[in-house]
């Protein structure tokens, strides 16, 4: 698949209530922020980018790329940031990763995008482990900008949960190796200890 054809989304929309209510994503991590270690990972892998964020919008807008909230209001979680997204997205595909998470894969489009095309599927969501330790991460998925309206009517029917939304439609689940690539910081204790590694 063409990256010229994805936009990538980054999902900043969160309280960060495990982490005592700070934004995750413009919390320090390495001397930067953590949704600047997303954004130099992701953006190589797409033509565009642009934030979901509910909070600090001028802060995410040093970044250099479009920032939207939520049109859901009460922090209604990644699908209300998914519908955002693909409400303003311009390309045939979108791919979503959280700010929380900066040690995504280099070649997670690339990937995705792969398998998504082999199944012709709706979307592709990245898995880790095998077995009882399987794993789906559904905020890292490539999905065709056309749901939106299928995303609506979830949504109007009162539904948040990711992965109920999705088994719907027509998924690829792509296996990924690397289980700590799509680890996400949630809490400061987990943050300092990524900080001493």
């Known amino acids: 698949m063409d990256t010229a054809s994805i936009t990538g989304l980054i999902l900043a929309g969160g309280r960060g209530s495990r982490m005592g209510g700070v934004d995750k994503g413009l919390q320090i991590l390495n001397g930067k922020p953590m949704v600047a270690h997303v954004i130099e990972r992701l953006a190589p892998q797409v033509q565009g980018m642009m934030i979901v964020a509910n909070q600090n919008p001028e802060a995410y807008q040093s970044f250099g790329y479009p920032v939207w909230p939520d049109s859901l209001a009460g922090f209604a979680g990644p699908l209300a940031g ?50 009882d330790c399987r794993q789906p991460h559904p905020v890292f998925c490539l999905l065709q900008t056309a749901l939106l ?29 690397n289980e700590m690539a799509f680890r996400n910081i949630n809490t400061l204790e987990e943050l300092q200890r990524y900080q001493a590694q």
């Open 82 to 131: 998914l519908q955002e997204g693909l409400s303003h997205c311009a390309t045939p595909w979108l791919v979503t990763a959280p700010c929380d998470s900066p040690f995504l894969p280099a070649d997670l489009v690339g990937r995705l995008g792969d398998a998504v095309v082999a199944a012709a599927a709706d979307l592709a969501v990245a898995v880790t482990g095998s077995g």
């Open 149 to 177: 309206p299928h995303l609506n009517a979830y949504l109007q029917e009162g539904g948040r949960k990711f992965d109920a939304w999705y088994r719907s439609l027509h998924v690829v689940e792509v296996e990924f190796p």
